[in-house]
């Protein structure tokens, strides 16, 4: 069946379809990440969105049950260049094709995808249709045309658990599976904010000694004073981090409270909370190769990110540090507070696929909670 990429600025692209037969919309964006598609597609920060994949090559390892970041795929639709529907891979239950139709998702491929970055890097990410089928392409222009921008969205609420819940399910491993947490009477109780939170976040934080109760986004900053927690995890998520309004608030009453960690939008509500503002950048951060530098210790990571949008750092305040940096564009990707006990990132230390250089902020913030359970002892 035919497929179709159609901007809301009129470009249109068109090749084949595969997945499922019909019309999505969102916004354009493009990853340049060569390996982890289904962790990409099942990645609820990527609601609402369109995914295209620079690297040319797509679904020639399938799909696994043990590698699902989420429930299931939240992309609005999926762009390649080059599908592959025999998977190479012992560890593969169903084709890249299957998985999208059976949830409905549809895709594109054959088109030039090179040219659809590019075009994207020059106009910046835009609104746009999917289309597989036959369709009428100036129907689907005027159709991409009314697509609402990305900007002024709260798209937490489509993706936030609606109560509740404990996560005991430890980091995976060949062989052996998913590893359970060990039973050390130490570990620490960590109320974790769920904006659109990844499963291997939670994996990692179970793995580094946190006993976990996930809660709805929406949850009052007083619930969790009450609840006899040592600490709080603020997820990644989607959408605009301005519209998310009852996050600000609730971050704002936890900050000197209770040790903060946040993760890419929960970087972004944390910055927020502290009298901080965002902006949408052109084409975002997406892929498995962004190289971040640690201003503390001048060394370089290579990161995972996910985002299109990033922190002003000109409206931070005071006791407010900037801690790392992105060298491609010199925006924030991090901060440290001087006198608080919390750190936030913009990229995503828990990557799966890949890469783990920053697997090491799970201890730290581990460590900085310890650190706060003695200087709260010593003060009583």
């Given at each position: 069946m035919k497929g179709y990429i159609v901007l809301a600025d009129g470009r249109c692209f068109?090749?084949?379809?595969?997945?499922?037969?019909?019309?999505?919309?969102?916004?354009?964006?493009?990853?340049?990440s060569m390996t982890g598609y289904q962790e990409v597609l099942t990645d609820p920060s990527y609601v609402d969105q369109i995914v295209t994949m620079t690297y040319p090559m797509m679904g020639n390892?399938?799909?696994?049950?043990?590698?699902?970041?989420?429930?299931?795929?939240?992309?609005?639709g999926f762009v390649v260049k080059e599908y592959v529907d025999i998977p190479s891979n012992f560890r593969s239950q169903e084709t890249l094709s299957q998985f999208l139709k059976k949830h409905g998702i549809p895709g594109v491929h054959g088109?030039?995808?090179?040219?659809?970055?590019?075009?994207?890097?020059?106009?910046?990410?835009?609104?746009?249709i999917i289309a597989t089928g036959e369709h009428n392409i100036d129907d689907l222009r005027k159709r991409a045309a009314a697509v609402a921008p990305m900007e002024g969205k709260?798209?937490?609420?489509?993706?936030?658990?609606?109560?509740?819940?404990?996560?005991?399910?430890?980091?995976?491993k060949l062989g052996e599976g998913f590893i359970p947490p060990s039973k050390s009477p130490n570990r620490y109780r960590l109320a974790v904010y769920d904006f659109g939170i990844k499963y291997n976040m939670l994996r990692l934080l179970t793995h580094y000694g946190f006993d976990l109760t996930v809660l709805p986004a929406f949850t009052p900053?007083?619930?969790?004073?009450?609840?006899?927690?040592?600490?709080?995890?603020?997820?990644n998520g989607p959408g605009d981090p301005a519209a998310v309004t009852y996050a600000h608030a609730n971050i704002a009453r936890l900050i000197g409270k209770l040790p903060l960690f946040g993760i890419c939008l929960g970087h972004q509500l944390t910055c927020t909370a502290l009298g901080a503002k965002t902006f949408k950048l052109k084409f975002g951060h997406r892929g498995s190769n962004q190289p971040v530098k640690d201003l503390a210790t001048d060394k370089i990571e290579i990161t995972c990110q996910n985002h299109g949008f990033a922190v002003d750092p000109t409206n931070l305040p005071p006791k407010v540090r900037v801690s790392h940096l992105n060298l491609n564009d010199n925006?924030?990707?991090?901060?440290?507070?001087?006198?608080?006990?919390?750190?936030?990132?913009?990229?995503?230390?828990?990557?799966?696929?890949?890469?783990?250089d920053s697997e090491y902020l799970f201890k730290r913030f581990a460590d900085m909670i310890e650190n706060h359970r003695k200087t709260r002892a010593i003060a009583n």
């Open positions: 068109t090749g084949k379809g595969f997945g499922f037969e019909g019309i999505s919309e969102g916004e354009v964006v493009f990853n340049t390892y399938g799909i696994t049950e043990e590698d699902m970041e989420s429930d299931r795929p939240y992309v609005q088109i030039d995808t090179r040219a659809l970055v590019r075009h994207i890097r020059e106009k910046g990410a835009l609104p746009g709260d798209l937490v609420a489509k993706v936030t658990c609606q109560k509740p819940y404990t996560w005991d399910q430890g980091i995976w900053a007083e619930e969790i004073l009450q609840g006899n927690y040592d600490g709080v995890f603020l997820s925006t924030v990707e991090g901060i440290t507070h001087e006198e608080y006990p919390l750190f936030t990132v913009q990229y995503h230390p828990e990557a799966s696929a890949g890469p783990h």
